[in-house]
């Protein structure tokens, strides 16, 4: 049964500390996606990758927030430096794009990040 | 823009009875429609989805229609379980874009007792 995995699932910082997460897509999917979800704002995309190319990451604090698809295995999600307004559940999520049509996103189990 | 428009919860049931959470969309294009489930502390599954008018998805006794003439997608269930307790999304794809993402709704959460 195939799935997304994330890592770390839980994450405490101190504002200003650098902070990485990481996804392992579906193999074969071409598109992935990393989601912020809060109680204020729900969920609000923050970036996503076709085929590991940066599609949008219009979504995503440019100054502090930096998304990459180094293989087709790994995707990663810093930010530097980490503010308290950061704290949130982030998800990744995977999917097969063809002919332009939305297939179904697989989600992962999301990480939970609390920067005090 | 595209929006999805969902009742607002939470919606508190008593085990067996009938469940209807509302979706109501806006698209510029024809998009797919989707109905994604989250349990506590997990991500998002994937419930149930349909792709033109008039489809049914349908998974686990939950159904929605593709209702195009309304712009609607209703959740329903003839009897709910307490296991059926979670917040469910409504979401539609953004295929007239070529980007193919996902637009969701703000969650309406399901307490059902029994």
């Known amino acids: 049964d195939a799935r997304v995995t994330q890592t770390p699932r839980h994450k405490v910082t101190e504002m200003g500390q650098e902070v990485t997460m990481r996804c392992q897509p579906i193999?074969?999917?071409?598109?992935v996606f990393w989601y912020r979800q809060t109680m204020m704002q729900g969920l609000e995309l923050l970036a996503y990758?076709?085929?590991?190319?940066?599609?949008?990451d219009s979504g995503m604090p440019k100054d502090r927030f930096s998304a990459e698809m180094p293989d087709a295995t790994l995707a990663t999600l810093k930010i530097q430096p980490s503010e308290p307004r950061d704290s949130a559940v982030y998800f990744c999520?995977?999917?097969?794009?063809?002919?332009?049509?939305?297939?179904?996103?697989?989600f992962g189990p999301g990480t939970r990040l609390t920067v005090l | 823009g595209d929006s999805v428009t969902q009742m607002e919860g939470p919606v508190t049931l008593s085990e067996e009875a009938f469940l209807t959470i509302n979706c109501t969309y806006t698209?510029?294009?024809?998009?797919?429609l989707f109905w994604y489930v989250q349990y506590p502390g997990e991500g998002l599954q994937l419930l149930l989805k349909?792709?033109?008018?008039?489809d049914k998805g349908s998974n686990k006794g939950f159904e929605a229609t593709y209702r195009k003439e309304t712009t609607s997608f209703h959740l329903e269930k003839g009897s709910v379980q307490v296991s059926d307790s979670a917040v469910y999304f409504c979401?539609?794809?953004?295929?007239?874009?070529?980007?193919?993402?996902?637009?969701f709704g703000k969650g309406t959460m399901l307490l059902v007792s029994p």
């Open positions: 193999l074969g999917h071409n598109t």
């Open positions: 979401a539609l794809s953004d295929g007239g874009s070529g980007y193919s993402t996902l637009t």
């Open positions: 990758f076709r085929n590991r190319a940066p599609l949008d």
């Open positions: 999520a995977s999917g097969l794009v063809m002919g332009g049509r939305t297939d179904t996103q697989y």
């Open positions: 349909a792709t033109k008018a008039d």
């Open positions: 698209a510029t294009g024809y998009p797919s």
